[in-house]
C-alpha cells in the first residue's frame, strides 16, 4: 500500500530579492512499512521535504498524499488532527517540553486524543519498558542525557501507533554509540510494530541501516536504491 | 492535564512570575482596604445623618418642607401619635419644634437652627444625648444645649446665659434668656455651629405655638421598612401630610455616596492597568521564550486553541493565586479593623466636615468581596490575550527552527 506520495512537490523560499529553490518537483512514493533514510549534502532540501510530507509546511507547488489523502485539502485544525492520529515526530533536539516528566511527555499525545487515564498509563509504560527506559518515567529532560531524551522522543512518536514517523538527523546531537543504539530502536520499532519511518540524515550510520536509501542533492531526487 | 502543563509553565520563571503574584497581592488587599474604608465612611456618613438629626422617616404638615415656616405647624398631633402607635415597625418617635432664630451671647451672635424636643424620646432618636461633652443634657426648664463650636464662637460656657430671638408664629419678634447647661460634640462640626437644643415646652412657648409640634422623628426597626412603612403612615394620616424618609429629606447624601462609588472604581482601574501591564509583559516574554515548544506542540497534534488556552489558563493562574493570597492578607487587616476602626485623626477636620467621625469602621459587603475576587483574574486573562494570539501565530516551521 502506498502511504506517502509527492507528486511534482516544490518548495521555493524567497525573501524579497532573492529565491532559493529547496526542493524542485519531487515525485516520491513510500510504501508502507518501508524504513526510509534520506541523504543528501546540507541544504540539499531534506528538512523541507520531510516537513511538507509532515503538513508542517504548505508547498509552492505539487502535493502529498498520505494514506491517499491529499492533505493541502485538510483544513489547519484538521491537519493538526491528522498530526496527531497518524505522524509522530522526532527532531534533532529539544523534543520535548521541559516541565513535563518523561512520562508525560509521552502521555501527551494520548491525552490529546481523549484517552482514559487507565489505557494511558498501560500505554505509556508499554512503550517506555519496549524502548528500556522505563526507569526514565518520571525524571524530567534535563535530568537525561540527550540520548535518553531522543528515546523518550521516539517513545512519544510511537505511542499513538502512528503510519508513520518522520524524523529529522535523530542523531546529530549524539555520540556515534548513542546514535547507533537509537536507530537499532527505530529500526526495531519498524520491524515489531510495523510503523513506517522516513528520517533524514547524513549520518554514515545511520544511511548503512537504511532499507531504502533517497540521496537529494539541490532539491532533487539523486539516487533512489532498495535494499530490502 | 493542561492544568498540570499552566502551573508548571508559570513558575518557570520563579521571579518574574513572582513580581507579578506580588504586585496584584499589594493590589487585591490595598483595594480591600480602601474600599471597605471608603464604604464605612459612607456608611457612617448616611448613619450619623440620620442618627444626628434627621431619623428614619419626619411627618410635617404639607408644604412644610418647601416653606419650612412656623404657620406649616401640625394640627392635630394626637391623631398622628395614634397612628403611629399602632404600627408596629415603628421602634420610636418623638415629636419636635424647629425654627431658626438668632442667639446672643454677651460677645456675640449667631444664626441657628432651634430644636424644641422631647427629652426623653429623643434620647431614643438621636445620638446627641451621648454626645455631650460638657455638662448634661436638656431637661430642666429653660435650659439649652450647644454645639462645643457654636460656644467657643460666643465665647460662653457651661453656666452662661444666652438670649435667643424668633420671629413667632404671628410674624412678631419674641426672644427668651436660656442658660447654658450643657455642650455636644457630634461627628460633623458644620451640623454644631448650628443646631441648638431646649425642650419642647420652652419652644412652644418662645414661638407661641401653644401646644402644637412641628415635625414627628421616626426610627424604625429596620431600614428596610422605611418605603412600606412610608406609605402606610400617608395613607393613615391623609393628604395633608407630608411623609418623608431621609432620602427624600436630603438626597444630597445619597447623591454624594454614589458618586463615591463611581469613585472607588478609579482605584480599581490604576490597581488594574498596572497589573494588566504587568501581565501582559511577562506573558509576552514567557510566549516568545518558548515558541519552540510552541512548534513542538503543534507538531504532536495540539491544535491551535489549545495552546492559546493554555496561555490564558497561566494567566489566569497568576491572577487566582494573585488574588487568594491578597485576600487572605487583605482580611487578615481588614477584620480587626472592622472591629477597633481606623483613626483617621490627621485628617480629623476635613472627616468632621464630612460628617463621618474621625474614627473609620471599614465595612466588607458583598459587591465589595465579589469585586475584588474577580478584578484580578479577569484581567490576568485579558492581559494574556495578545500573548496568546502571538503563541498561535508563528507556522510550525518557523516555530522549530527557534531555538
Ligand atoms: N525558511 C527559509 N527561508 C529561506 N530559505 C530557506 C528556508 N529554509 C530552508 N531554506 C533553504 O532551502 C534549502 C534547503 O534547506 P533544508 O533545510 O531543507 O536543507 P537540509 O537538507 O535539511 O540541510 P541541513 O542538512 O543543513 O539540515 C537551503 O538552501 C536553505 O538555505
Ligand atoms: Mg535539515
Redesign the interface.
Known amino acids: 500500500m502506498t502511504l506517502i506520495k509527492t507528486e511534482n512537490l516544490t518548495k521555493i523560499y524567497s525573501d524579497g530579492k532573492v529565491q532559493v529553490e529547496a526542493l524542485k518537483s519531487v515525485n516520491l512514493e513510500i510504501e508502507a512499512g518501508e524504513f526510509v533514510v534520506v541523504a543528501g549534502p546540507s541544504g540539499s532540501g531534506k528538512t523541507t521535504l520531510l516537513?511538507l510530507i509532515?503538513g508542517?509546511?504548505k508547498p509552492t507547488d505539487g502535493k502529498v498524499y498520505l494514506e491517499g489523502v491529499d492533505i493541502s485539502l485538510l483544513k489547519?485544525?484538521e491537519m493538526?488532527?491528522?498530526?496527531?492520529?497518524k505522524?509522530g515526530?522526532i527532531?534533532q533536539a529539544?523534543?520535548?517540553?521541559?516541565?513535563?516528566t518523561a512520562f508525560?511527555n509521552v502521555?501527551?499525545?494520548l491525552?490529546?486524543l481523549g484517552i482514559s487515564e487507565s489505557e494511558r498509563r498501560k500505554r505509556v509504560m508499554e512503550v517506555l519498558n519496549l524502548l528500556e527506559i522505563g526507569e526514565l518515567a518520571d525524571k524530567k529532560p534535563n535530568e537525561m542525557s540527550g540520548g535518553q531524551q531522543q528515546r523518550v522522543a521516539v517513545a512519544?512518536a510511537i505511542v499513538t501507533n502512528p503510519s508513520i514517523v518522520l524524523a529529522d538527523e535523530p542523531t546529530a546531537h549524539l555520540d556515534s554509540k548513542t546514535g547507533a543504539m537509537l536507530i537499532d530502536l527505530m529500526q526495531e520499532m519498524n520491524r515489531k510494530r510495523g510503523i513506517t519511518f522516513v528520517i533524514c540524515s547524513h549520518d554514515p550510520q545511520v544511511i548503512q541501516k537504511a532499507g531504502r536509501l533517497i540521496k537529494l542533492r539541490d532539491g532533487t531526487i539523486e539516487d533512489d536504491k532498495k535494499f530490502w | 492535564?493542561i492544568f498540570?502543563?499552566a502551573w508548571?509553565?508559570i513558575w518557570?520563571n520563579k521571579r518574574r512570575t513572582l513580581i507579578v503574584v506580588v504586585s496584584i497581592v499589594v493590589s487585591v488587599s490595598v483595594l480591600l482596604l480602601i474600599d471597605t474604608l471608603s464604604m464605612g465612611m459612607m456608611k457612617q456618613m448616611l448613619d450619623n445623618q440620620i442618627n444626628l438629626h434627621i431619623a428614619h422617616i419626619q411627618i410635617h404638615k404639607r408644604g412644610f418642607n418647601d416653606d419650612k415656616t412656623l404657620k406649616n405647624y401640625i394640627p392635630d398631633s394626637e391623631k398622628i401619635e395614634e397612628v403611629l402607635r399602632q404600627i408596629d415597625e415603628i421602634k420610636f418617635y418623638s415629636r419636635r419644634v424647629i425654627s431658626y432664630g438668632l442667639i446672643n451671647s454677651a460677645f456675640n451672635s449667631s444664626g441657628v437652627i432651634i430644636v424644641g424636643v422631647e427629652p426623653e424620646r429623643e434620647k431614643n432618636i438621636t445620638i446627641i444625648s451621648r454626645s455631650i461633652v460638657e455638662g448634661k443634657y436638656i431637661g430642666e426648664d429653660r435650659g439649652i444645649i450647644l454645639g462645643k463650636k457654636l460656644a467657643q464662637k460666643l465665647n460662653v460656657e457651661i453656666g452662661d446665659k444666652v438670649v435667643l430671638m424668633v420671629s413667632d408664629l404671628n410674624g412678631n419678634v419674641s426672644s427668651d434668656v436660656f442658660r447654658v447647661i450643657g455642650l455636644y460634640e457630634s461627628p460633623s462640626s458644620e451640623f454644631d455651629k448650628v443646631y441648638v437644643y431646649i425642650p419642647i415646652e420652652s419652644a412652644q412657648q418662645l414661638l407661641g405655638l401653644g401646644d402644637k409640634v412641628i415635625e414627628f422623628a421616626l426610627i424604625l426597626k429596620d431600614q428596610n421598612f422605611i418605603n412600606s412603612v412610608k406609605d402606610k403612615i400617608a395613607r393613615a394620616i391623609g393628604n395633608s401630610y407630608e411623609v418623608l424618609s431621609y432620602d427624600d429629606i436630603s438626597p444630597l447624601i445619597r447623591i454624594g455616596i454614589e458618586m463615591y462609588k463611581e469613585l472607588i472604581w478609579i482605584y480599581y482601574l490604576i490597581f488594574g492597568i498596572a497589573v494588566g501591564f504587568g501581565v501582559v509583559n511577562i506573558m509576552l516574554m514567557s510566549v516568545f521564550e518558548r515558541v519552540?515548544?510552541f512548534g513542538?506542540?503543534?507538531?504532536?497534534?495540539?491544535?491551535?486553541?489549545?495552546i492559546f488556552a493554555l496561555i490564558l489558563l497561566e494567566s489566569f493562574m497568576i491572577g487566582v493565586v494573585g488574588t487568594i493570597i491578597g485576600l487572605v492578607i487583605g482580611l487578615v487587616l481588614y477584620l480587626p479593623l472592622s472591629k477597633t476602626g481606623v483613626d483617621l485623626g490627621i485628617f480629623a477636620e476635613s472627616l468632621a466636615w464630612f460628617g463621618s467621625g474621625r474614627i473609620i469602621y471599614p465595612v466588607l459587603t458583598e459587591f465589595t468581596l465579589s469585586l475584588l475576587i474577580f478584578t484580578m483574574p479577569f484581567i490576568s486573562l485579558i492581559g494574556a490575550i495578545y500573548p496568546a494570539i502571538k503563541s498561535i501565530k508563528f507556522?510550525?516551521?518557523e516555530a522549530?527552527k527557534h531555538?
Open positions: 516537513n509532515g508542517l509546511d489547519r485544525d493538526a488532527d491528522f498530526r496527531l492520529r505522524i515526530f527532531f529539544y523534543n520535548l517540553i521541559p516541565v513535563l508525560e502521555e501527551l499525545p491525552i490529546l512519544r | 492535564m498540570k502543563l508548571r509553565n518557570r519552540r515548544e513542538v506542540l503543534k507538531a504532536i497534534g495540539m491544535k491551535n486553541k489549545k507556522e510550525p516551521v522549530l531555538i
